[in-house]
C-alpha cells in the first residue's frame, strides 16, 4: 500500500507549486493522505487459542485524542505472544492482534500529541511511562498506572477497539502494542520516538526481550563487578541478562539450560559456564550443584524460563544472607511458587522485573546509543528473518531448539 503522510504531502505541494503543477494534482494528492480515515492493511488475527494466526485484512481506524497510529515496519516474535496464544495467559482475550516487540514510523496523531509526530521512529511501550502517576512519580518502579488497566482488557484507554476484521467483527488490542499489524494504534504514554539512524529490523528487538534481560541485570538487580550470576533459561531474555551481568564484570555467569544447544551462543554471550539440569549425576539437584561451584550459592539468579519449579531452584541457589532471585519469566495462569519461607528468614530475597525495570520514554534513547556504540548485541539476537506472510512460520521457529528472534518485515 503506498500512502502519504502530511509531511510527505507539503514537500510535494512545495515541489509541484515551484514546478509549476495544476492545483487539481495537489487535490488529489491531499485526498490519498490516510491521516483521519481508516486504513485497510494486513494483519495477523489471532481468533482463538491454539489455532494459526489468520492473515486478514483489517480495518484500523484513526486515533482518537492523545493516540498514535504506526505503520510497523518490522516486527519479532516473544515468546510471551506464543504464552498467550497457548491460551494459559490469564489476560489473554480472543480475537485480537498480538505482537508487542515492533518498530515503525508514526503515520498520524490524535488530538493533543505532543511527545511524537508524524514520520518519527518509534517504538511501542507496552510498559507505559505517563510521567504523572503515582507509580511514575515514586521514582520507585518502571511500572505505571495511566494506561495499564485497559490495557489489560485488550482495549484502548476510552474502553474501545480501533481494530475490525475484514468481517467488521472488533478485534482486542494487546499489551497495549498489537504489532502483528501493518498499522496499529497505541496510547501516547506507550510509545517512544528513537534515533531516525537507527535500523529498525534491529531495535524493534528492545521492544520486549533485549532491554527486559538487559535491564533486569543492571537496574533491577544492578550486579556488580566480581558478582556471581546463574541465568534459567537461555532464550532472548536470559542471554541479556548474560550481557548485562558481562558488561557489570560478573566474575561468573553460570548458565542452566535443558537445551544443549545453547551452550555456545551462552557462552559467545559471556557465560563462564553452561549447565544442562537434565543431565546432573544422580541424586545430585540443581541446586546442591550450583551451590557447590560457588562456595556457597549465588549473589543473583534469575529466572528466565516462565516455570515456578525452576523460580524455586533459582531462589533456593542463592547464597544465604544476601542473594537475590529476580523471575523475569511469565507463569502459566493458576501457577503459583512456593518455598520454605525460611529460605527467605536466612536472607535470600526474591523479586521480579518487568521490562528490566527500564522507563521507556526516559530511557529508550540511551540504550538505542549503547546499541550503535557497539555496546549492546542486538543483532547477535535475530536467528531468522521472514516476510509478515510467514508469521505462523516464525511462531513455528520458536520452538525449533536454536531461533532466539525471527523478525518479522511487512
Ligand atoms: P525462550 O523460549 O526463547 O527461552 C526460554 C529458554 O528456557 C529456552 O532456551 C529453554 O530451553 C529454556 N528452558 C525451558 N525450560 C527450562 C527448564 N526447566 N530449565 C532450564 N531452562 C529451561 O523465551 P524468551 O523469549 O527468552 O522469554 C523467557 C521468559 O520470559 C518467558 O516466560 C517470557 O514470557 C518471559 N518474558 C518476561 C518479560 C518480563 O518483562 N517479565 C519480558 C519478556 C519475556
Ligand atoms: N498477562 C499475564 C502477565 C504477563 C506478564 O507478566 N507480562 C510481563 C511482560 S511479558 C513481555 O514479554 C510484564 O511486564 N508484566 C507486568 C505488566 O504490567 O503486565 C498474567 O499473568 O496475567
Ligand atoms: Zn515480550
Known sequence: MRLFNSTTIRLFHRTFTQNIVPPNAITKLHKMSTVGKPINCKAAVSYKPNAPLVLDTITVDPPKSHEVRIKIINTAICHTDAYTLSGKDAEGLFPCVLGHEGAGIVESVGEGVTSVKVGDHVIPLYTAECGVCKFCKSGKTNLCGSVRATQGKGVMPDGTSRFHDSKGQSLYHFMGCS?????????????VAIDQTAPLESVCLLGCGVTTGYGAAIKTANVQKGDTVAVFGAGTVGLSVVQGAHSRGASRIIIVDINDNKETVSREFGAT???????????????????????????????????VDVMRSALEA??????????????????????????????????????????????????????????L????????????????????????????????KF
Open 318 to 375: 542463592c547464597h544465604k544472607g544476601w542473594g537475590q532471585s529476580v523471575i523475569i519469566g511469565v507463569a502459566d495462569a493458576g501457577k503459583e511458587i512456593s518455598t520454605r519461607p525460611f529460605q527467605l528468614v536466612t536472607g535470600r530475597v526474591w523479586k521480579g522485573s518487568a521490562f528490566g525495570g527500564i522507563k521507556g520514554r526516559s530511557e529508550m534513547g540511551g540504550l538505542i546509543k549503547d546499541y550503535q556504540e557497539k555496546k
Open 273 to 307: 559456564d553452561f549447565i544442562n539440569p537434565t543431565k546432573l549425576s544422580e541424586g545430585q539437584t540443581i541446586v546442591d550443584k550450583l551451590v557447590e561451584m560457588t562456595d556457597g550459592g549465588l549473589d543473583f539468579t534469575f529466572d528466565c524460563t516462565g516455570n
Open 377 to 408: 548485541k542486538v543483532d547477535e539476537f535475530i536467528t531468522a528473518r521472514r516476510p509478515f506472510s510467514e508469521i505462523n512460520e516464525g511462531f513455528e521457529d520458536l520452538h525449533n531448539g536454536t531461533c532466539l528472534r525471527t523478525v518479522l
Open 179 to 191: 504489532t502483528f499489524s501493518e498499522y496499529t494504534v497505541v496510547a501516547d504514554v506507550s510509545v
